[in-house]
């Protein structure tokens, strides 16, 4: 059984989740207005690891007898000066979760909920993910500034990613 504060917190983090999806979604249709589909794929793409993130933690607090409060979900930004500004902002924002994870594990552990702090470690774990891939696309968009066929390959490349839920933890 989750205690209120972290259920409460828990609660916080799906809406958190959630935002990120629509930020993603804001920025996916910057990259399209923008003539950057390949762009604009990537962020869709990671608006729906955002969706399954809440999910994930939706799911989490039912099965440990909790009740579900959404909240209002704050809309995002729209426009951004380039796509490394969009890069910059989408670094910053994952760290920023990063630290709301954190925060919940700290919580977890200060509440001495063992199972939602091991829930949370898939998360941690992520957020390793998360930030690195950030970071790597920033830095490459950095390098190749100023030139519009490096772009243009950078674009085509980030056109194939797709969605892949994670495996069912303990399937073989």
Do not use: C
């Amino acid at each position: 059984m989750l205690t209120d504060k972290v259920e409460k917190a828990l609660n916080g983090q799906i809406n958190a989740e959630l935002y990120s999806a629509y930020l993603y979604l804001a920025m996916a249709a910057h990259f399209e207005q923008g003539d950057l589909p390949g762009f604009a794929n990537w962020m869709r793409v990671q608006a729906q690891e955002e969706q399954f993130h809440a999910m994930k933690i939706y799911d989490f607090i039912l099965e440990r007898g909790g009740k579900i409060v959404l909240s209002a979900i704050e809309a995002p930004a729209s426009t951004w000066k380039s796509p490394v500004d969009v890069l910059k902002a989408t670094l910053e924002h994952e760290q920023k979760v990063t630290g709301l994870i954190n925060d919940l594990v700290y919580l977890a552990r200060d509440q001495k909920d063992n199972a939602t702090e091991i829930f949370l470690q898939w998360f941690v774990n992520e957020q390793v993910e998360e930030e690195d891939s950030a970071s790597k696309i920033l830095g490459q968009l950095k390098m190749i500034e100023g030139s519009p066929q490096a772009l243009f390959l950078l674009d085509r490349e980030l056109g194939q990613r797709i969605f892949t839920p994670p495996a069912a933890e303990g399937a073989a």
